[in-house]
């Protein structure tokens, strides 16, 4: 009798990976020796924490430094490293390591994992990615570490200064801080310029992507050579650092010397895309802020990152195609180049499919807990751009709102089209059209 073989598409396999990454995850995070106080956590607890940390969001119901033992912690940080490269890139990485010969089929489905628009030179890219991820978490540690040695000891400080690195370049958001206060996040450190720049630094390294680094590796500072998609990712980023930066300097940071509003105002234009520390308090915010910070969080990081979100590209395509429909130019362009109408396309499905997850979660969340809309859509824009702020509701929601926020933090980091895929069948060819005709829209 013949076993029946099944083969899953590259979609299909991303999103089994991460489910077996949370599952196991979740299982670990129950263990006595897993909290402090040696009860191990409640199942809805850890499928939370564990889904947070695989999708590298930050979001918590429990307070990561005071209520999860070390090895606990030492859980979390692993699943932040694997979701932050992608369960595929690190089996992948740990597979080529052990010397073993990746075949063309795992070739391919790094290629989807991350972005890459051939699946030709994969195996180059994956060891620049293992080489330049260690460099960068590495050096974020060695950094930090003289200011957390000097707060809690060598051995503490090194594990803290490790933790917060790796959490940092992978956009995870996770800290460990609740030793100054419980889900204090880095407001203890919201004047410190080592620490605002450091961690600043790791969280943009890590979210503008690793095709972007492998053009810097190979061009240095020819711009003109990279690919146009690193050209998009790296002007749309600096966009979208300097003016909410600036925004948030004259708008809500209005109190206080001018170097702690500068601080401030950098530190959240940085983190609020792709992190989710924060070094202020989002409560104060004024609606305006809030609604710009759901903006931001909806758009997240670039393609092929530690980050989720909509992605920056996606942005740069739907401002690229309606300046094209303002000039009634044809084709939308970006630096002399056509964009494919497939990508546009795509994008408008993906900002469509990001609107109605975080629209339906908020609306949902605020029915079932009478809590203000607006601090509900807070909270599903960060679950879904996998960002991880919160304006304090995160540990006071029931069980279903929970759901919600663990359904939207994976969809947001495995990708909404990814999901599509997944679900669909292969693309057939249809030689037939059905006949057109004009709708008016606008």
């Given at each position: ?6 083969k ?12 077996f990454?949370i599952m196991a995850?979740?299982?670990?995070l129950m263990?006595p020796?897993?909290?402090r106080d ?6 809805f607890?850890a499928?939370?924490?564990?889904t ?6 930050g979001?918590?119901?429990?307070d990561?430094?005071t ?10 940080l692993?699943m ?6 992608g369960?595929v890139?690190?089996?992948l990485?740990i597979?080529?390591?052990s010397g ?6 795992a070739r391919?489905?790094m290629?989807?994992a ?7 030179g994969i195996?180059?890219?994956?060891k ?6 260690l460099?960068?978490?590495l ?5 930090l570490?003289?200011?957390f ?7 503490k400080?090194?594990w803290?200064s ?11 958001g996770f ?27 790791l ?5 503008i ?7 810097v590796k190979?061009h240095?500072?020819k711009?003109k050579?990279y690919r146009?998609?690193?050209?998009v990712?790296?002007?749309t980023s ?11 300097f ?6 206080g010397?001018?170097s702690?509003?500068?601080s ?5 234009s940085?983190t609020?895309?792709t992190?989710?520390?924060?070094t202020a308090?989002l409560t104060?915010?004024?609606?305006a802020?809030?609604?710009?910070m ?14 989720g ?8 395509v ?7 429909v303002?000039l009634?130019r044809?084709?939308?362009q970006?630096?002399?180049r056509?964009i494919p109408?497939?990508s ?12 109605i997850?975080?629209l ?6 605020c029915?079932i ?13 960060s679950?879904?751009g996998t ?8 540990t006071?929601?029931g ?8 359904l939207l933090?994976f ?7 990814t999901?599509v ?6 693309r057939?060819d249809?030689?037939?059209k059905?006949p057109?005709?004009k709708?008016?829209?606008?």
């Amino acid at each position: 009798m013949k076993l029946l073989k099944i083969k899953f598409s590259s979609s299909q396999i991303i999103i089994f990976s991460f489910i077996f990454l949370i599952m196991a995850g979740s299982l670990l995070l129950m263990l006595p020796f897993s909290t402090r106080d040696g009860k191990g956590a409640t199942f809805f607890n850890a499928l939370f924490t564990a889904t947070s940390a695989s999708c590298v969001t930050g979001l918590v119901v429990k307070d990561t430094g005071t209520y999860w033992s070390l090895f606990g912690q030492m859980i979390i940080l692993t699943m932040i490293q694997i979701g932050g490269l992608g369960v595929v890139t690190m089996a992948l990485a740990i597979s080529h390591a052990s010397g073993r010969r990746i075949g063309l089929r795992a070739r391919s489905v790094m290629q989807d994992a991350i972005s890459a628009p051939t699946v030709g030179g994969i195996i180059r890219m994956l060891k620049f990615i293992k080489r330049w991820t260690l460099v960068f978490e590495l050096g974020g540690m060695v950094l930090l570490s003289p200011v957390f040695i000097k707060k809690l000891g060598f051995f503490k400080g090194i594990w803290y200064s490790l933790f917060h690195s790796i959490s940092a370049f992978c956009n995870a958001g996770f800290d460990l801080m609740g030793i100054d206060g419980e889900f204090s996040s880095l407001t203890g450190f919201a004047t410190h310029p080592l620490v605002v720049l450091v961690v600043s630094a790791l969280i943009i390294i890590g979210g503008i992507g690793f095709l972007v680094w492998y053009d810097v590796k190979l061009h240095g500072l020819k711009l003109k050579k990279y690919r146009m998609q690193s050209k998009v990712v790296l002007y749309t980023s600096l966009v979208l650092l300097i003016i909410p930066a600036v925004t948030f300097f004259f708008m809500e940071f209005t109190d206080g010397p001018v170097s702690e509003r500068l601080s401030l105002a950098w530190f959240q234009s940085v983190t609020t895309r792709t992190a989710g520390f924060n070094t202020a308090d989002l409560t104060a915010l004024t609606e305006a802020g809030a609604a710009m910070m759901i903006v931001l969080m909806l758009v997240g990081g670039s393609p092929g990152s530690t980050a989720g979100g909509m992605k920056t590209t996606t942005f740069a395509v739907l401002i690229a195609n309606m300046k094209s429909v303002f000039l009634r130019r044809e084709d939308s362009q970006f630096f002399g180049r056509r964009i494919p109408k497939e990508s546009v396309r795509n994008a408008a499905t993906i900002l469509t499919l990001y609107f109605i997850l975080f629209l339906t979660g908020g609306a949902i969340i605020c029915r079932i807990e009478h809590i203000p809309l607006i601090t509900c859509l807070f909270e599903t824009a960060s679950a879904v751009g996998t960002v991880g702020l919160t304006m304090g509701i995160t540990t006071s929601l029931g069980t279903v709102s929970r759901l919600i926020l663990i359904l939207l933090m994976f969809l947001g980091r495995v990708g909404g089209l990814t999901i599509v895929f997944a679900a669909v069948s292969a693309r057939k060819d249809v030689f037939a059209k059905y006949p057109q005709d004009k709708i008016t829209v606008g």
